[in-house]
């Protein structure tokens, strides 16, 4: 992700805003998402909400999460989720665009962002 993010900014500028957002607000507050994300790339922003809130987001992009029934407070866990990035702008071909790794996602923001940079 970070290999990610420093590659679309040396190609094209600080054109993108890497947000990430948690599948697990019962625990992922924003000072704790803000913590986690010090350890992947300082231009992330981290968001979280209401357990509605989220789903409702997943929902909508199609993002999967499940945390276990019957979680007693202060009780590990895990949460399975699936993992995407989605590349996203006023300019994509597509509302979203589905990216697996850094190399792949390279050449098509350099294109799209330095398309939307000479509008």
């Known amino acids: 992700m970070a290999r990610m993010i420093d590659l679309v900014k040396a190609s094209s500028g600080n054109l ?6 948690t599948c697990d ?7 704790v998402v803000k913590e986690y994300l010090k350890e992947f790339h300082p ?18 992009y199609r993002v999967y999460f499940s ?8 009780q590990d866990y895990l949460v399975d989720h699936s993992i995407y990035f989605y590349l996203m702008g006023e300019y994509l071909p597509t509302p979203f665009k589905q990216i697996f790794n850094a190399s792949s996602l390279d050449m098509p923001c350099h294109m799209h962002f330095n398309h939307a940079a000479s509008l």
């Open 43 to 60: 231009d992330l922003i981290g968001l979280t909400g209401t357990w509605e809130q989220v789903k409702a987001v997943c929902k909508a």
């Open 25 to 31: 607000p019962a625990r992922d507050t924003p000072a």
């Open 67 to 74: 945390t276990p029934p019957n979680v007693k407070p202060g």
């Open 16 to 21: 993108m805003r890497p947000v990430f957002i």
